[in-house]
């Protein structure tokens, strides 16, 4: 096998070429000067001095090959660099060199000018991003995250600075392992620390730096479905409230004017009648006013406080205040007095049935974001069924109306948080949760 020859570097190349193209001059001056002249000083002179120009004419040939190659590698290496503001000097026409050079600078303007479309795309990706509210987020060949949004960390419950460090997290610490196997579309239950339920999942593959990649979207189908749910009540509450209004209003009025004048027996029915007027108007009020829940008024509320004022309300029963932090929240103290007040009457419904307690407490969520979470939690019976807790009209109570865990909800997320109930795992009875945001 034959060895490659080490060819010469370009530079070198040209200085010999030049030193040969010259060396056939030098050599005959040379021999002409050490026949034809006899004086030693003179040929020696004459000599050196041929040599030297011989050497220093095959130089600056050298040199000036050299450097325009130099001056060109330059300005690629800072094209590579991102660095778009160096230009070549002598940039013409009608000179080989110069119209090198232009065209280099003119390949600087190019991806300049590209570079900065890309970093505005990009910055516009991610504003688009952030903006939408379904979680995207892209997973690489090992499942590695790398690409999220800010609904995807409420979502996962993780900031993105450790989302998308050095490695990234993966699939299965993110419990996406079963969304990114999924097929798509598909509607699936997923249990995240962000939020529990039905997910509408979207996936699909992309190419990035060469390599596959999964794109992942996550929509929320519970906020839409309840948007639906309530919008829908809210069509058949004053429809129901119009049309028993016009019936109940007559009645009462014509009973209590009637009262004084009719015999005993007659007096006696019509009372009821009233009182049977009344209740109904109540009843009817009540979901009228579970339809027209206005926005909240944000304003500075204190926790403890707001806390410990709603426990002693409660008179039935002393209702226990675990204390927590000094928290403060942005939201409406009307609405959230309500709230909390619905969720410690249940609490205490159920505690007199068993003899048992009732205890709420705060305690503040160090996550990204950060979030305030309240606690209700009672020793009754239990929820027996948990599918029916939010459905307007629903209640297991003799004297209850339906509406008070709805509006509850209904309020919670119109500040943004969440309500869930559930029954306790070890010991008997229900705990409450209200997370609203920080």
């Given at each position: 096998?034959?060895?490659?020859?080490k060819?010469l570097a370009h530079?070198?190349?040209?200085?010999?070429?030049s030193?040969?193209?010259?060396a056939?001059?030098v050599?005959?001056?040379?021999l002409?000067l050490?026949?034809y002249?006899?004086d030693?000083?003179?040929r020696?002179?004459?000599?050196a001095l041929?040599?030297?120009v011989?050497?220093?004419?095959?130089?600056t040939l050298r040199?000036r090959?050299?450097?325009?190659?130099?001056t060109?590698?330059?300005l690629?290496?800072a094209?590579r660099?991102?660095d778009f503001?160096v230009r070549g000097?002598?940039a013409?026409?009608?000179d080989?060199?110069?119209e090198l050079?232009?065209e280099?600078?003119?390949l600087?303007?190019t991806?300049?000018?590209?570079?900065v479309g890309?970093?505005?795309?990009?910055?516009?990706?991610?504003?688009?991003?952030d903006?939408?509210?379904v979680?995207?987020l892209?997973?690489?060949?090992q499942?590695?995250?790398?690409?999220?949004?800010?609904?995807a960390e409420?979502l996962l419950?993780v900031?993105?600075?450790?989302?998308?460090?050095?490695?990234g997290l993966?699939?299965?610490?993110?419990r996406?392992t079963?969304?990114?196997?999924a097929d798509s579309p598909r509607?699936?239950?997923l249990?995240?620390?962000?939020?529990s339920g039905?997910?509408e999942?979207r996936?699909s593959?992309?190419?990035?730096?060469?390599l596959?990649h999964?794109l992942?979207v996550?929509?929320?189908?519970?906020r839409?479905?309840?948007e639906?749910?309530?919008?829908?009540?809210?069509?058949?509450?004053?429809?129901?409230g119009?049309?028993?209004?016009n019936?109940?209003?007559p009645i009462?009025s014509?009973?209590s004017s009637l009262?004084?004048?009719?015999?005993?027996?007659v007096?006696?029915g019509?009372a009821?009648?009233?009182?049977r007027?009344?209740s109904?108007?109540?009843?009817?009020?009540?979901y009228?006013?579970?339809?027209r829940l206005?926005?909240?008024?944000?304003?500075?509320v204190?926790?403890?406080?707001?806390?410990?004022?709603?426990?002693a309300l409660?008179k039935?029963?002393?209702?226990r205040?675990r204390?927590?932090?000094?928290?403060?929240?942005?939201a409406d103290a009307d609405?959230l007095e309500?709230?909390?007040?619905?969720?410690?009457?249940?609490?205490?419904?159920?505690?007199l049935?068993?003899g048992?307690?009732?205890?709420?407490g705060?305690s503040?969520?160090n996550?990204?974001?950060?979030a305030?979470?309240?606690f209700?939690?009672?020793?009754?019976p239990?929820?027996?069924?948990?599918?029916n807790?939010f459905v307007?009209?629903?209640?297991?109570k003799?004297?209850g109306?339906?509406i008070?865990?709805v509006l509850s909800?209904?309020?919670?997320e119109?500040?943004?948080?969440?309500?869930t109930?559930?029954?306790?795992e070890?010991?008997?009875g229900?705990?409450?949760?209200l997370r609203l945001?920080?």
């Open positions: 096998m034959t060895r490659r020859k060819r530079d070198l190349h040209v200085f010999l070429l030193l040969a193209a010259g056939p001059g050599v005959a001056t040379l002409l050490f026949i002249v006899d030693a000083k003179i020696w002179t004459v000599g041929v040599f030297l011989w050497l220093l004419t095959s130089v040199e090959v050299l450097r325009p190659l130099q060109s590698a330059n690629l290496a094209l660099e991102e503001s000097r002598g013409r026409t009608g080989p060199l110069g050079l232009l280099v600078n003119q600087a303007d991806l300049h000018a590209q570079r890309s970093l505005e795309a990009g910055a516009l990706l991610r504003r688009v991003m903006e939408i509210d979680s995207v892209a997973f690489d060949g499942g590695r995250a790398v690409l999220a949004n800010r609904a409420k419950g900031p993105l600075s450790r989302l998308l460090e050095s490695g993966d699939a299965q610490r993110l996406l079963e969304a990114l196997a509607v699936m239950e249990n995240l620390p962000g939020a039905r997910f999942v996936r593959t992309f190419r990035m730096g060469g596959p999964q992942l996550l929509a929320d189908l519970r839409a479905l309840r639906e749910e309530r919008l829908a009540w809210q069509r058949l509450v004053r429809v129901l119009h049309e028993i209004n019936s109940l209003a009462h014509i009973s009262k004084g004048a009719a015999p005993d027996d007096e006696a019509l009821v009648i009233e009182r007027a009344e109904l108007m109540r009843f009817m009020s009540a009228t006013r579970l339809a206005p926005p909240p008024q944000l304003a500075s204190e926790v403890p406080a707001w806390i410990t004022r709603v426990a409660e039935r029963l002393v209702v205040v204390e927590g932090p000094p928290v403060t929240v942005q609405q309500q709230l909390l007040i619905n969720l410690v009457r249940n609490g205490v419904d159920a505690a049935e068993t048992g307690g009732v205890r709420v705060w503040r969520m996550g990204s974001p950060a305030l979470e309240v209700v939690e009672d020793d009754g239990g929820i027996p069924n948990t599918s807790l307007p009209f629903f209640t297991t003799q004297e109306s339906g008070g865990l909800r209904q309020i919670a119109a500040h943004g948080g969440t309500l109930l559930q029954n306790r070890r010991e008997p229900c705990r409450a949760r945001p920080l």
